[in-house]
C-alpha cells in the first residue's frame, strides 16, 4: 500500500466520494501524531467550482513564475507536466496548521518551533495513505500563495494554509512517480541518503526485493 500510493493529478475521475468514505479518510487523518497532542489541523472541504476557479487562477499564475526557474529542454519539460487536478478532482481539501491551538505554551514545542507544521504534515500523510486504502487519489498542489489561498477561502491569518490537496476517484495508480515516468527526476538509491553515526558515513542497508 505504502509503495502504491502516488500523486495524482491527471488521471481524476469525476465521479462523488460518499461521505462515509471521506469521514473515514479525515478520521484517520485526525488520529495523526502531533506535538503536545496539540492537533493544530483544519481541514477545510473545497466542492464548490467557483472557489476552486478562484484557487486554479491563482495556481496559474504561480506556475508560470517556477516555469521561469527553468531553460531549455527543462523548461519545455516543466511545461508539458500536469501539476495539479483542482477541477478535475471532485473534492479539494486546505490542510490548515494553527499554531495557537493550544495555547502559547505547547509541550515540545520549544527550540524547534516549527512542529506544529510537521505534525500537520503528518496529518497530511495519514489522510493520503487512507485515502489510498479506500481506492481514493490525492493530489498535493503547493504552486500556490498563502495569500490567495487565505483570501479564497477566509482563513484567518493566525492560521497557516499548509496543503491544498485534490481527492477523488481514479482512472489508474501508476506504478511510479509521474515526474520519474516523464523523465524530470529518478528516485535516488537509498544508500545514498542514508548515513550510519556521523554525517556522510555510508550505511548499505539491505537491499529490499520488488
Ligand atoms: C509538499 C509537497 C508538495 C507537492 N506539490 C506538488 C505540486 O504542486 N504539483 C504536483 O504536481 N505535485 C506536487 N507534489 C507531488 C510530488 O511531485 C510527488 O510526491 C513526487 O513526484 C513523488 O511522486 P509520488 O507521490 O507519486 O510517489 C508535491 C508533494 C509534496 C510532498
Same mark, same amino acid.
Given at each position: 500500500?505504502?509503495? %502504491?500510493?502516488?500523486?495524482?493529478?491527471?488521471?481524476?475521475?469525476?465521479d462523488p466520494v460518499p461521505e462515509e468514505i471521506l469521514g473515514r479518510v479525515l478520521d484517520a487523518a485526525?488520529? @495523526?501524531?502531533?506535538?503536545?497532542?496539540? =492537533?493544530?489541523?483544519?481541514?477545510?472541504?473545497?466542492?464548490?467550482? @467557483?472557489?476552486?476557479?478562484? #484557487?486554479?487562477?491563482?495556481?496559474?499564475?504561480?506556475?508560470?513564475?517556477?516555469? &521561469?526557474?527553468? $531553460?531549455?529542454?527543462?523548461?519545455?519539460?516543466?511545461?508539458?507536466?500536469? !501539476? $495539479? %487536478?483542482?477541477?478535475? &478532482?471532485?473534492?479539494?481539501?486546505?490542510?490548515?496548521?494553527?499554531?495557537?491551538?493550544?495555547?502559547? &505554551?505547547v509541550l515540545g514545542r520549544v527550540r524547534i518551533r516549527e512542529v506544529d507544521v510537521y505534525s500537520t504534515? !503528518? @496529518? #497530511? =500523510?495519514?489522510? *493520503?495513505? @487512507?485515502?489510498?486504502?479506500?481506492?481514493? %487519489?490525492?493530489g498535493w498542489v503547493s504552486i500556490l500563495d498563502p495569500g490567495a489561498i487565505r483570501t479564497a477561502l %477566509?482563513?484567518?491569518?493566525?492560521?497557516?494554509?499548509?496543503?491544498?490537496?485534490?481527492?477523488?476517484?481514479?482512472?489508474?495508480?501508476?506504478?511510479?512517480?509521474?515526474? $520519474?515516468?516523464?523523465? *524530470?527526476? =529518478?528516485?535516488?538509491? !537509498?544508500?545514498?541518503?542514508?548515513?550510519? $553515526?556521523? *554525517? &556522510?558515513?555510508?550505511?548499505?542497508?539491505?537491499?529490499?526485493?520488488?
Amino acid at each position: 500500500m505504502l509503495y %502504491g500510493r502516488r500523486d495524482i493529478r491527471s488521471h481524476f475521475r469525476p465521479d462523488p466520494v460518499p461521505e462515509e468514505i471521506l469521514g473515514r479518510v479525515l478520521d484517520a487523518a485526525h488520529h @495523526a501524531p502531533s506535538v503536545g497532542f496539540m =492537533q493544530p489541523w483544519n481541514f477545510l472541504i473545497v466542492r464548490d467550482r @467557483a472557489t476552486r476557479t478562484a #484557487v486554479r487562477k491563482n495556481f496559474e499564475t504561480v506556475r508560470a513564475e517556477g516555469a &521561469a526557474e527553468f $531553460e531549455g529542454e527543462r523548461r519545455r519539460l516543466y511545461d508539458s507536466l500536469k !501539476l $495539479e %487536478g483542482i477541477l478535475d &478532482a471532485p473534492i479539494n481539501i486546505c490542510v490548515t496548521c494553527d499554531p495557537e491551538r493550544a495555547g502559547p &505554551a505547547v509541550l515540545g514545542r520549544v527550540r524547534i518551533r516549527e512542529v506544529d507544521v510537521y505534525s500537520t504534515c !503528518l @496529518a #497530511v =500523510q495519514n489522510l *493520503w495513505l @487512507a485515502a489510498r486504502a479506500e481506492g481514493l %487519489g490525492v493530489g498535493w498542489v503547493s504552486i500556490l500563495d498563502p495569500g490567495a489561498i487565505r483570501t479564497a477561502l %477566509g482563513i484567518p491569518e493566525s492560521v497557516l494554509p499548509i496543503a491544498y490537496l485534490t481527492l477523488g476517484y481514479v482512472t489508474e495508480f501508476p506504478p511510479t512517480p509521474e515526474l $520519474e515516468t516523464k523523465g *524530470w527526476r =529518478q528516485r535516488l538509491p !537509498l544508500e545514498s541518503v542514508t548515513f550510519e $553515526e556521523r *554525517w &556522510a558515513r555510508p550505511y548499505r542497508p539491505i537491499p529490499v526485493p520488488r
